[in-house]
């Protein structure tokens, strides 16, 4: 992980890092990104899992316990896909990270 700026959230202190804006999932080719993925699971409990910076079935199981365990960013709970999105990434690595007209993941709002 790079030294960029950390920033306080609810699952406490983290490297405030920009949300890639894409759908991270199994099978990604960043190894990076799915890396800091996995290291931010290993710190909130939701591993342990081997930080190989491949998104497996493994990764895919620790996200979904990190969406089962924490709620977005505005305290909803998050969508339980295994996929990282950007509320499952606000939630992991702050609100500030995600654009807040980012589109790659939407709730879907019943009509009023």
Known sequence: ??????????LGR???LPFPGRIIKV???????VKTIQHRLNEVGC????????FD?????AVKVFQARFPD?????????GEVGSFTWGAMFGAQS???????ERRACPPT
């Open 57 to 61: 079935a493994t990764t895919k199981s």
């Open 98 to 104: 995600v654009p807040s007209s980012s589109s790659s």
């Open 73 to 81: 960013a505005t305290g909803r709970p998050l969508g339980i896909d």
């Open 14 to 16: 983290v490297v405030s």
């Open 27 to 33: 099978g990604d080719p960043d190894r990076e990104t």
């Open 47 to 54: 591993g342990p899992i081997e930080e190989t910076g491949i």
């Open 1 to 10: 992980m790079s030294a960029t700026a950390r920033v306080d959230t609810p």
